[in-house]
């Protein structure tokens, strides 16, 4: 069309506004790791620290994760699986470990796929009880905020290598 009769020349589009993300500080970490909850939701606290021990991982990557070789777990992630089938290496660091003694499975990471009748399932679960540990503690935890909490202070330390990831040390509030 020519531009006098293009129907583009008079619209415009509002750019979208940038949205602040929504990370858990290091002292908010702590406090999620250290808060003395009942079972059910210490079990999310624990999924959801389990999540950030292993450098962000999903929960449905974690529900799927073939059980660690050689103190690593090695998975292709589900968010980019179409895409590519990079595989993604964590090392499991002395937190995951005691953890895992906890809620190791036998074949896979965690034992939360044999049970749980699906990932539905224990997804549902999972948010519902992460509700318990945000009043608990007073400020809003989800699993996404865990990872991005992740992706934040990784960045602030200045982690570089993405093809094998490990876990930063997060700086804890001095004493602790």
Request: aromatic share 10%; net charge neutral.
């Amino acid at each position: 069309a020519s531009r006098e009769h293009d129907p583009y020349l008079d619209y415009s589009i509002k750019p979208v506004p940038r949205k602040t993300i929504e990370v858990l500080t290091a002292e908010q970490m702590h406090q999620l790791q250290t808060v003395q909850l009942p079972c059910g939701l210490s079990r999310a606290r624990d999924i959801a620290m389990m999540s950030f021990y292993t450098c962000g991982a999903n929960l449905l990557d974690l529900y799927e994760m073939a059980a660690p070789k050689h103190g690593e777990v090695k998975f292709v992630r589900h968010k980019t699986q179409r895409a590519s089938m990079e595989v993604t290496c964590i090392r499991i660091e002395p937190e995951m470990l005691a953890l895992l003694s906890q809620y190791g499975g036998d074949d896979r990471l965690l034992r939360f796929k044999d049970a749980y009748a699906n990932y539905d399932t224990f997804q549902r679960r999972v948010t519902r009880q992460l509700y318990g540990v945000s009043d608990a503690l007073g400020f809003d935890v989800t699993m996404a905020k865990i990872r991005r909490t992740w992706a934040t202070l990784a960045a602030e330390l200045d982690v570089s290598e993405f093809g094998h990831y490990h876990l930063p040390r997060f700086l804890l509030p001095e004493g602790v």
